[in-house]
């Protein structure tokens, strides 16, 4: 089983940034899609991003398109969100999940692997 930590939450400021990591110890990420999915209390987990196993295409939910950069190094062995411009609605625990597929769409079951969670809080 592929496992997978998150780091990097915390609480911000709305118009503030975080940087969220996705790291494994044993397994090689760059073999797998890696996606960031979020979920509130009371909403079901909602999709961010994803980045590509092969060529490094993304893709992002329309909620966070032009504030959300989902990154790789594989010196590393990482995969990063760089969250810009946050607002509250974005308050969520954030998870981090692998996918054996290329390019992925943003939707649970095609991820078999996931992390414990994060937790980003934006308020004032």
């Known amino acids: 089983q592929l496992q997978l930590v998150e780091s990097g939450g915390g609480l911000v400021q709305p118009g503030g940034s975080l940087r969220l990591s996705c790291a494994s110890s044993?397994?090689?990420?760059?073999?797998?899609?890696i996606g960031w999915f979020r979920q509130a209390p009371g909403k079901e987990r909602e999709g961010v991003a994803c980045?590509?196993?092969?060529?490094?295409?993304?893709r992002y939910a329309d909620s966070v398109k032009g504030r959300f950069t989902i990154s790789r190094d594989n010196a590393k062995n990482t995969v990063y969100l760089r969250m810009n411009s946050l607002k509250p609605d974005d308050t969520a625990v954030y998870y981090c999940?692998?996918?054996?597929?290329?390019?992925?769409?943003?939707?649970?079951?095609?991820?078999?692997?996931w992390g414990q969670g994060t937790q980003v809080t934006v308020s004032s």
């Open positions: 980045i590509s196993s092969s060529d490094g295409s993304t």
């Open positions: 999940a692998a996918s054996i597929a290329t390019m992925p769409r943003l939707i649970s079951p095609l991820f078999g692997s």
């Open positions: 044993g397994f090689t990420l760059s073999y797998y899609a």
